[in-house]
C-alpha cells in the first residue's frame, strides 16, 4: 500500500466513476493521429489526458489505440475543454455505455503509463489501479523487465534523457542544497540518479503528511521525465510521482 497522494495499489475494485469530469461534448472518431489523440469527425484534435504512451514506437503506439476508437462514438470528459496552444483538447473519453474512459484500457493492456499530470485523487487512483493490473500480468511494456528503471544504473537512466520514465529503488539519502531537496539514490551525487523537490513543493508534501525525509532508506517508484543535470535527475512537480513501496 502506498503511503503518498498518488493512488494505492491494492487488488480491491476502484471506483469505475473515478474519472466521471462534466461532459465536454460528443463526436466520432475520424482518424487517430498518434498513441494518444485523435481527430473527430468534426475536425476537433482530442488528446487522452492523464496519460503518456509507453512504448517508443508511435506506430505501435497509434495502432492499439486506433483498434479502440476508430469510427466510434465517443463522450468527452474533463474539468475544462479550452483548447492548449497546439489546438487540441485534453479529455478523457468515453465509449458508448461505458463508465471507464479508453485511458484505463490503453493502461491494462501496458500500452500507456499513468501520466505525473493528475490532480483528481479518485481518478488518479483508477487509472493507477489500471496500470498496475498490465504491471502484475506483465501485458504490453511491462512484459519488459527494462521497463521499471533501475536507480542503481544511472547509465541506463541516462540513456532515456527527455523521455518518460519509471524508476525504483532505495533513497540512501535525503540533502538540502539552496532551494532544492534531493533524493539521493547514490553516493555520487554527480553522478547517480536523485529526485529534486524545489522548495515551492514542500507545502503540498506537507499538506499530503510527509517530510521528504522519511523517505530515506526507504524503496520509491518515481515517475517523471529525466533530466541530465550531472547524474540523472526526475524533478517532483506533484507529490503523486511517488510510490512508496514495501520493505526497504
Known sequence: ????????????????????FEPQGEGRVAAVIDARS????????IRLAGIVPSVTDKANGAAALASIVTGRDVT?????????????QSAF???????????????RRGEALV?????????????AAAEADARRAKRGTWADPAAIKNAESPG??????????????????????????????????????????SRR??????????SPKSFENRRIRVRGYVEARGGPRIDLLRVGQIEVLGGN
Do not use: H
Open 38 to 45: 485523435f481527430r473527430l469527425d468534426d475536425g476537433r484534435e
Open 156 to 197: 541506463d537512466i541516462l540513456a532515456g534523457i527527455g523521455r518518460f520514465s519509471v524508476v525504483e529503488g532505495k533513497v540512501l539519502s535525503v540533502r538540502q542544497a539552496g532551494a532544492t531537496t534531493y533524493l539521493n539514490f547514490g553516493r555520487n551525487w554527480t553522478r547517480d540518479f536523485a529526485v529534486t523537490i
Open 93 to 107: 473519453v468515453f465509449l458508448p455505455g461505458s463508465e471507464t474512459p479508453v485511458q484505463s484500457e490503453l493502461l
Open 115 to 127: 501520466s505525473t499530470e493528475m490532480a483528481d485523487k479518485d481518478c488518479a487512483a483508477e487509472l
Open 201 to 210: 513543493m514542500m507545502p503540498a508534501f506537507e499538506a499530503a503528511g510527509l
Open 1 to 20: 500500500m502506498l503511503t503518498c497522494g498518488f493512488v494505492v495499489m491494492t487488488s480491491s475494485p476502484v471506483n469505475a466513476a473515478g474519472c466521471i
Open 76 to 88: 468527452l470528459r474533463g474539468d475544462d475543454d479550452a483548447p492548449d496552444r497546439y489546438g487540441r
